[in-house]
């Protein structure tokens, strides 16, 4: 496993900003309204997605060239195949969010930093330091509707190198979508005069039946334990954000924990940091809790016939199993594990329409975050790193915040690259002070079963 990473909890830094300025689409392009699907426009997704970093060393054969100019072009130049993020959401009948495509553009800053690359780590990961200089939130910019959808900043950095951060509204797209923007904004930012994934909007594959019709049963949605406290919110403090480096020996620790049978390496991780945020959580025994697995319908051969390959909507879908939580803690991680394939089991196409249908029906209802556990896997999107705006590949990237703030339960699992060239994960989530002691001493027990210690620490950095 590779040794920890230099911290950079401490790490403080001034950060010059210009002020925000709004990029428009390099063309004219059309003013029209466009519907979200019913799977976009839900409760749950109502809000700016986790902030996406960027990390660019500084490259000899783009001496005396800016990364601010470049990206802000690329950014006019990708806003016209993908004008509608350069509208702005406005809220209908029955609460049903559209896109007024109306050119105003999306938010965009310059700034510059005292720091280096290098007084980030080696390997840089989050919880990211200062963030709120490298992403700054401009007053007023995060309502629903009325505001960009986007928020970007540009940051040099002293030693050459430089920083791209972005926000956007999680109800336009989800991260694959968000990821094929900005793919585009990169490859434009190289001189190419068309992206190499045309977006495609076509909303209504993911909308409600007509009439809506509700197939299946939506625990994500529904309380069955309405007068049960909140444990998610049981410790009125600060959340704390931490990240935990799996590296191949933690991995292979953890699936020797399964049993005997098919296990993806997901539905592994989710089993093992779902009982142990559970016991962190001290939640009461007889008290529901409740696992999501989030599935994709892009990836999911179960999803027939496919969605178009350039589609950037929303996609996702949250079935969710349930037990007590003393029933989770103690029996042994297979219990979990069937727990956790068989949620992810309950989804199909017509699982799909049926949340569509329960949105329109039900009012667009937010998710059941007490006492919920869901592990958001975007390994997959390692190739993020390889986005290259002129400076080559990224150092690193990823989400910059180790979880959300709507929903703490709901945590990342992010790919990395270790210092020796192996491949780990990083697993990031937020939870109060008190309350990630004890998760840490859970998933050391987990990892260690025979000593109750590890003989290294496991690889850590917080704020």
């Not at 925000?20 to 309204?33: D, Q, S, V, W, Y």
């Not at 980030?120 to 990211?128: D, R, S």
């Not at 495609?200 to 406290?229: C, F, G, M």
Request: hydrophobic letters at 40%; one cysteine or more; proline letters at 8%.
């Amino acid at each position: 496993m590779a040794a920890p990473p230099p911290t950079t909890s401490s790490l403080v830094f001034k950060v010059h900003r210009r002020e925000p300025e709004l990029i428009r689409p390099a063309k004219p392009t059309p003013h029209e309204f466009k519907d979200l699907s019913d799977i976009d426009d839900q409760d749950g997704l109502r809000f700016f997605y986790t902030r996406v970093l960027w990390f660019y060393r500084y490259s000899p054969l783009m001496q005396g060239k800016d990364p601010v100019k470049i990206v802000r072009e690329a950014l006019a130049k990708t806003l016209v195949f993908y004008y509608p993020m350069a509208g702005r959401l406005r809220e209908g009948h029955n609460r049903k969010l559209r896109v007024e495509c109306n050119g105003e553009g999306v938010l965009f800053i310059e700034a510059d930093a005292d720091v280096t690359l290098e007084q980030f780590g080696v390997v840089p990961q989050p919880p990211f330091p200062c963030m709120d200089e490298l992403l700054f939130h401009v007053p007023g910019s995060t309502e629903i509707v009325n505001c960009p959808i986007f928020l970007v900043q540009v940051t040099r950095l002293k030693c050459g190198g430089w920083i791209l951060a972005i926000r956007y509204h999680h109800a336009l797209c989800d991260v694959f979508g968000f990821s094929q923007f900005c793919l585009a904004v990169s490859e434009l930012a190289r001189g190419e005069e068309v992206p190499s994934i045309l977006p495609v909007w076509e909303r209504h594959l993911l909308s409600a039946s007509d009439p809506p019709k509700v197939t299946h049963q939506h625990l994500e949605y529904i309380d069955t334990a309405p007068n049960a406290a909140d444990q998610t919110s049981q410790e009125q403090e600060e959340l704390a954000d931490r990240s935990f480096l799996f590296g191949p020996k933690e991995l292979s620790t953890l699936r020797s924990l399964a049993p005997p049978g098919r296990h993806s390496m997901n539905e592994i991780l989710t089993a093992c940091l779902w009982k142990c945020y559970t016991i962190a959580l001290q939640v009461h025994p007889d008290e529901e809790v409740r696992v999501m697995s989030l599935v994709n319908a892009r990836l999911s051969s179960e999803y027939n016939p496919p969605l178009p390959g350039m589609y950037y909507g929303n996609c996702f879908v949250f079935p969710v199993a349930l037990t007590t939580a003393g029933n989770l803690i103690q029996n042994p991680i297979g219990f979990a594990l069937d727990l956790v394939k068989k949620a992810k089991g309950q989804f199909s196409r017509e699982y799909v329409k049926s949340v569509a249908s329960l949105m329109v029906l039900k009012g667009r209802p937010g998710f059941i975050t007490a006492r919920t556990f869901g592990l958001s896997n975007v390994q997959n999107l390692a190739w993020m790193q390889d986005f290259d705006f002129g400076w080559g590949k990224a150092v690193a990237a990823g989400t910059a915040d180790a979880g959300s703030r709507e929903f703490p339960g709901c945590c990342y699992l992010m790919p990395i690259t270790l210092e020796n060239g192996e491949k780990g994960a990083v697993f990031s989530l937020s939870l109060p002070p008190l309350a990630m002691e004890r998760f840490e001493q859970e998933l050391q027990l987990m990892l260690h079963p025979t000593t109750g210690h590890p003989g290294s620490k496991l690889a850590k950095s917080s704020l």
